[in-house]
Nanobody, 122 residues
């Protein structure tokens, strides 16, 4: 199966931007639906965004709409999450995940990256 490695997290001031990347290796990246999820301390895992096999369709969680953009480059086996207008409440560990199904439900994602910390200061 595919292996995922997320990167790009860090410390940013409120209003700033970050671009997360998720590099895939192993089985064909383009055969997986991909998603981003986040989890803040003491909170449940939250759906951020997902994208179809060819990148033609995307869907966002309420907290990401209008500020985040998910994309993928199948030629580079890489998933991205561009995050703009960041807020302190966006602070969380962000994880990329792969699924054989088109879903926003984390339990349907079979492969997970290790997560990257995003911290937004006020």
């Amino acid at each position: 199966q595919v292996q995922l490695v997320a990167s790009g997290g860090g410390l940013v001031q409120a209003g700033g931007s970050l671009r997360l990347s998720c590099a895939a290796s192993g089985r064909t990246f383009s055969s997986y639906y991909m998603g981003w999820f986040r989890q803040a301390p003491g909170k449940e895992r939250e759906f951020v965004a997902s994208i179809t096999l060819n990148g033609g369709t995307t869907v966002y969680g309420d907290s990401a709409k209008g500020r985040f953009t998910i994309s993928r480059d199948n030629a580079k086996d890489t998933l991205y999450l561009q995050m703009n207008s960041l807020k302190p409440e966006d602070t969380a560990v962000y994880s990329c995940a792969a699924s054989s199904l088109w879903s926003r439900e984390p339990s349907l994602y079979s492969v997970w990256g290790q997560g990257t910390q995003v911290t937004v200061s006020a």
